[in-house]
């Protein structure tokens, strides 16, 4: 009985799978005219295109910034505003900066001319002048050397013999006074001065006296000395005076205008650092564009960072980043067609201007930087829009084509196939494709012009194409 009923359920598997099969070849035979769509194989053109991605970027984008931290006390533009070449910006406090441009400009003259004072010729009356000094010098030198000879020598029987006149003659009123004195009687005014004159005069009896002792003592070591030591000192400054006359005449010498020179160049040196400084506190536009942004507000202290950021937007390009399998076939100059993600709509056309001649690696991939110019257009392009580029680098006409809806893939193999249609049957014939391009697929084998191929619902008993 068991046997029996193993047979019945044997039997009825078999007969359900023949009917599967039957069913499936009934649907492949003639399939519902609701899950057909079918296309004839044609011949057209199909163009191979590399295809990337990137950003908008202006033509120039500069980051402007102080040199040197300052307070702001100017900023005339805004986020957005439009400016042209040598327009201000941003401003700092320039009062002290000023002032250091005036002192450097002093300085400079003062060192110009004290160079062209060693580089011209003496003036006469300078040399006069110098001649003037020479011989005054030379007449105190004679004086000293006279009084020397005098004083070296001791005192001659002229001057001894007036030593002596002066001294008798400053007895004799010492004499005169002391009689007069001793003829006045009492007391009074009178008698006072008279013993005033005896006092005068004995004073001068004992001057007299000494001068004398002195002149017959003979010569004073220590005058000796006074007197040649003045010699010397005329001398030198004789020998100074001359000098100085010698270097006027002659003129300066060549370390001396070198000298001077390099205190010119040092002083203009300092002037044109005083001038930049000056320059630099005011922020001007470098060219024609666009304020994109502004970090800095009056009264605020400026740092050395961004202040303002300008765009050159008279053109824009985009950047993208090529695998190293289509590089080789870019070229300068190649037409490129740019969509924007912002403007769905628009196509702006654009050229290849420049392609990197070095790589750049990223995740383990080989890009290489292609820069592509946009034509001007009437759509609103602004910057860092995302973009994308497509470079048709070759056309391949009158070959044949499908479109890419139609074809399969086999999961297990990875062969592209389709459904072919052959009289009142549809067969899977395995093609081989090339180019693909806008939802069209290049046939390279498998098919011929005028074939019709299928798309049909595929229902699968785990067996027949999937």
């Not at 000023?98 to 002093?106: D, E, H, I, T």
């Not at 980043?321 to 702006?348: C, F, H, I, N, Y």
């Not at 759509?379 to 044949?400: G, K, P, Y």
């Not at 806008?438 to 191929?453: K, P, R, T, Y």
Request: charged content about 25%.
């Amino acid at each position: 009985m068991r046997r029996i009923v193993l047979y019945l359920i044997v039997g009825m598997i078999i007969v359900a799978a023949g009917v599967g099969v039957f069913v499936w070849r009934s649907r492949l035979a003639r399939p519902a005219e609701s899950d057909v769509r079918s296309v004839v194989v044609e011949r057209g053109v199909m163009v191979v295109a590399v295809v990337a991605s990137g950003s908008v970027e202006p033509r120039e984008r500069v980051d402007l910034a102080f040199e040197s931290p300052g307070r702001v006390v100017d900023v005339p533009v805004e986020v957005g505003d439009r400016v042209e070449p040598g327009d201000v910006l941003a401003r700092l406090d320039e009062e002290q900066l000023a002032l250091q441009v005036r002192q450097a400009q002093a300085a400079l003259d003062l060192a110009t001319a004290q160079l062209a004072q060693l580089q011209a010729d003496a003036r006469p009356e300078e040399i006069a002048a110098g001649e003037a000094d020479v011989q005054a010098a030379q007449a105190q030198v004679s004086a000293a050397a006279a009084n020397f000879d005098q004083v070296d020598s001791g005192p001659d029987a002229a001057q001894i013999a007036a030593a002596e006149a002066q001294l008798a003659s400053a007895e004799l009123q010492r004499k005169v006074a002391q009689i007069k004195l001793d003829r006045i009687e009492g007391e009074g005014t009178e008698k006072e001065h008279a013993q005033y004159d005896l006092y005068a005069a004995e004073k001068a009896v004992a001057a007299s006296q000494a001068e004398l002792e002195e002149l017959l003592s003979g010569p004073d070591a220590d005058a000796v000395r006074a007197a040649q030591a003045n010699v010397w000192a005329t001398g030198a400054q004789r020998d100074a005076a001359e000098a100085q006359l010698d270097l006027l005449v002659a003129g300066a010498t060549e370390e001396q205008i070198g000298d001077a020179e390099a205190q010119v160049a040092q002083a203009q040196a300092a002037l044109d650092l005083a001038e930049l400084s000056l320059e630099q506190a005011v922020l001007r536009a470098p060219f024609e564009g666009l304020v994109s942004m502004v970090s800095v507000t009056p009264g605020e202290m400026a740092s050395t960072g961004p202040a303002i950021t300008l765009l050159d937007v008279s053109q824009f390009h985009l950047t993208v980043s090529v695998d190293e399998m289509d590089v080789g076939r870019l070229w300068k100059g190649q037409v490129a067609q740019v969509t924007l993600d912002a403007l769905p709509d628009a196509v702006v056309t654009g050229t290849v201007e420049h392609i990197a001649p070095v790589a750049t690696l990223e995740g383990g991939v080989v890009y290489y930087d292609v820069r592509i110019g946009l034509a001007s257009a009437d759509v609103s392009v602004r910057a860092d829009m995302t973009a994308n580029a497509t470079i048709i680098v070759e056309e391949l006409a009158d070959v044949l084509r499908i479109p890419t809806w139609i074809v399969r893939v086999d999961r297990d193999s990875g062969q592209t196939y389709v459904y072919r249609k052959a009289g009142s049957q549809v067969e899977r014939v395995d093609v081989d494709l090339g180019v693909r391009y806008e939802g069209f697929a290049q046939v390279i084998d498998g098919l011929s012009e005028g074939d019709e191929v299928v798309w049909i619902e595929e229902e699968s008993f785990g067996f027949g194409p999937r």
